[in-house]
């Protein structure tokens, strides 16, 4: 492992020689992520993008992109745009970018599934903001805000998600 990896420990994560308090999937760890399990997947996720609510933050990277109003992420195994960003108008099953809470100002992309998703494989895994201490994720990996902000700050292209 290198010191731009995020390890994921019991207690903990571990990022560039800081531990920081975060929050996994109401389903544990697994391996053998299904859609709609709440489990975060075991294994090595590289970091493939960064999204930000511009009305809500300041761009946090020069590589992270703005969430419009219109942004979605489709979470329908049935359909071809399964765990890809998509806009809205959009008729099947998808999760909204652009949330009234604070969860999603910040979002660390991960390849999990991507680019060529396993239909059921479950969609997105994502670092974002946490609903709080202990609250689970739907199988994402969440901190607090600020500790968010300092890991986006410093994370890169080569950076790797690690769940053991």
């Known amino acids: 492992m290198k ?3 995020l390890v994921l420990t019991p207690t903990h994560l571990r990022f560039m020689n800081r531990r ?3 929050t996994i999937g109401r389903g544990g760890l697994t391996n053998r992520k299904r859609e709609g399990d709440g489990a975060t997947p075991c ?13 809500r933050m300041a761009r946090p990277t020069d590589w992270a992109l703005p969430i419009r109003p ?6 329908d195994p049935g359909h071809e745009d399964y765990n890809l960003m998509v806009r809205a108008p959009y008729p099947y099953s998808h999760e909204r970018l652009r949330r009234a809470d604070p969860m ?3 979002v660390i992309l991960t390849d999990w599934n991507w680019p060529y998703a396993v239909k059921g494989r479950g969609s997105a895994i994502f670092i974002h903001q946490w609903r709080g201490p202990g609250r689970p994720t ?3 990996v969440a901190f607090r805000r600020d500790h968010l902000a300092w890991i986006a700050r410093h994370i890169r ?4 998600l690690v769940i053991a």
């Open 3 to 5: 010191p731009t990896d």
């Open 20 to 22: 920081f308090a975060c």
């Open 43 to 55: 294994g090595t996720h590289r970091i493939v993008g960064m999204l930000y609510r511009p009305d």
């Open 70 to 75: 219109v942004d979605l992420w489709s979470d």
């Open 104 to 106: 999603y100002d910040l």
């Open 138 to 140: 739907a199988g994402c």
């Open 157 to 160: 292209h080569e950076s790797r």
